[in-house]
């Protein structure tokens, strides 16, 4: 178990050297970059994928995937910001927003999990439908909220830092205890590393699927508020596409398809490294178009090198092994 | 009743497109025409790129460039096809074509990505590359020799049919009567066991890719023909289009199963399905919903399918 | 060859001295400035950020023009603004792609001190958060009512009419069709009969016609919020012989429409002068920075083009 996890951080360093090197770059190459201001920013954005990335992660572990997480945030972003608006209480219009996420989470799961319908096609299907939602809930307008509690989630500080910073943190931290710790996490490693396995040692799979996607449901109902409260205001069109961003963070940092391999902690060094790439591009005065192709190109070359990496290591564990 | 079901679970995409058809004809004045424009016009487009998708669906991976090689191998050659080296503006489309597919093969074997970020890097880079390339600029006003190949017709048959079937046809046999085929089948299926059966699963895998883009490039060529202008945005909604005719088609996201001709009838629901939403005179508002429960009822249907075939079996 | 280089300097040297000496609002000279557009793919806004450079050479000002990745992404221009303010930029031009949304970001730029030149779109300011010092009018909300008045006075105000919206629930699909459903109820037999989303795109919209022209056979006007789809409309209704039976409109005035304008398909498009909206919000820029007081609305030339008028725009 412990050599296990010894070179699961192995399989990060390199990514870590990586955004190590792309940070003293930024820092010296593009204006502005190294500053309280900026990087409490990059923090804050950072932070916001990672919420919806960790979700994703869980998902991707057992070898199954999300489509949905986009719409979703924008789901709840338009559910949240639409409740206000009828005057309702904050609390519960934040609920409404995380249980629009809950909901769709459940029918992901239970396509996936019940019905047994392939994963890519089932959740291909409630982005379609989530967005659908969304799009019908406005009736296709901006919901501008008026609600100074929104806008302090999406903006405001506690002793200097975001509000979304001191909250990401405390989930990812519950995140990755549910993930490393609990006998929920391993089920989810194991069913991702062989569901017949899993489910011939007597786990449920079905339920360790609803659990899954309807947590991957929430956090990214969570990162959809925030995005609410950033701009303090519901747009129907706030998460499109976000789910690419989300699919690839988790896979730059080294958790990939096939499942029960990877982690969370893999997850947020991909993170920072699109967010300081995102952020230093734009800073050095790059065209939207250069962004475009720089972007493509730092996500293959970082998956490339990561699969290398493992190539490398799978044949050297072989040859230890005399195989 | 056993018969009925089974027949009904069968047939069930026929039936299903039959049932559309029936809906968006009783509420148009001038049905005849409306099926035309879908047959003869919408479809082959549509169709054209999503072989691509679903051959390389087939081989267990799937394609998210489709939009932007299509985007970036029609403005090269428009800088061609607008002075008039309209062969060799369209030879260096489908090069191109092969060339960026021939990419994403290379990244997928070689680099050993997965395709669904291999193919989402690349398009990137290639959307890109077509921005910096035009730098806002649009190519129109094409000489009508160019135009013809999507504008014409012949026996009063749009030369889009014949495109897209001619396509269908090479595709078919291909597929269906070569080694070839039955190789990309099979790697699809199981890669592992393929390769020691003795096939070259890396060659197959790059030659799906590198048709999946010069089908791109050619549905991406016809449209720069039907509307006489060549720009950078051409096809950000490729990709997503074709992977749902592909799944309504019925060909599987595990690879190895179903085939283009799945895909004929997967974009045909798809397109009589938008246009019943819009004679029927639904909010678009309404579009993107309607459009996701399709995909997951037609799932569903599959595996009942599949479920009941095995029941019958048993 | 060196000499050619000596009197190559010489001259940039005087351009420089001239130009600066020469410049209108000395206070400006030096200054850094950010203008934050919608999108930089697009030809149109690509001209734009051509017009915003073209000014800051003129008055001596640094200039940096950046857009979102993804086109009229709200988040991504909350971001650039934040960039902005990590770079200290003496003023920010702002062409928000979300008029509700960016507010929370206009607050920070007020507290910062960063002065804010509103431009094209409105900074929604109804909270008294989001002040800025001049908004360069170009919105919208006027185009589609000017397109929307030619084509129904091309249509002698009465017959069926459609909208072709960009994707739904984006800021310019609101203000566009509420421009032109405004315009279309003042003409009582002027029908509003539908609203279809065709993302901003020619083949999206010329598909979309094709099953409108079908849906309505009695279709009079097409309205469009931008050029794209309007040119995928001529197309559909050329191919059905309707042309001249049918007026279409669309919004920008980009090369290409203006040519088709010319050969009598198009009806109408709106010259948003994208050019000069940004040259006038950047000497709105100096002139604020120069100490002078700028009034709440500059208004840009909107053009109608038409048959009649297409000649003058396309030497431009």
Known sequence: MKSNKYSRYREITGLLAGVAVLFVFMSFAAEGFFGWYNLHNVLKDLLILMVVASGMTLVILLGKIDMSAGSVMSLASIVTTLLLSYGINIVFALLGGLLAGAIIGLLNGYLVGVLNLNHFVATFATMSIAKGLALVACNGDIISSDSDVLLFIGTGKIFGLFFIVWFSAILLIIMFFLSTKTKFGYKIYSIGGSEQVARLSGIKTANVYLVTYVIAGVLAAVGGIFMAGKANSGNATIGDGYEFSVIATVLIGGTPFEGGKGGLLGTLIGAMFLAILKNGLSMLGFTPAWQYALIGLAILIAIVGDVSINERRKAEEKRRVGL | MKRIVGFALNYY?????????????????DPLQNIKNMIMIQAPFVMIYSFGMTLAVITGGLDLSLGSIAAFSTCAAAFLIIKDQIFIGIAACLLIGAGLG??????????????????????????????IMMGGAMIYHFSSDFKIIADGSFLGISNLVYIALAILAILMFVFQKTVFGRNVYSTGANIKVSRLTGVNTDLVIVVVYMISGVLASTSGLLYVARLDCAEAFLGKNFGLQALAATLIGGTSLQGGKGGVGNTVIGVLIMVFLMNCLNVLKVSTLWQDAVFGLVIVVSALLEMAKQRYANYLQL | MKKAFVVFLVVLFSISVFGVSAAPYPGAVGKKATLILKDLTNPVWIQAAEGAKAAAKDFGMQIEVVAPIVSNNNDEQIQLVQQAIAKRKDILILTPADSKGIVPAVTELNKAKIPVINLNTKINNESGRANSETFVVADNITCATLCATELARLANGSGEAIILQGPSGGQVTIDLTKGAEDTFAKYPNIKLVDKKEAKFDRATGYKVTQDMLITYPN??????????????????????GKLGKIFIGGIDGNKDAMASIKEGKLNVTVFKNFWLQAYTAVEAAAKFLDGQKLPALIPVDLGIVTKENVEKYLAM
Do not use: H
């Open chain 2, 13 to 29: 995409k026929i039936i299903l497109l039959l049932a559309i058809l029936a809906v968006s004809s009783s509420v148009t004045q």
């Open chain 2, 102 to 131: 021939l990419l994403n093969g290379l990244l997928i074997t070689k680099a050993k990505v997965n395709p669904f970020i291999a193919t989402y890097g690349m398009d990137w880079v290639i959307r890109g590359a077509v921005y």
């Open chain 3, 219 to 240: 279709l009079k006007i097409i309205f469009s919020c931008n050029d794209e789809m309007a040119l995928g409309a001529v197309k559909a209704v050329e191919e059905v």
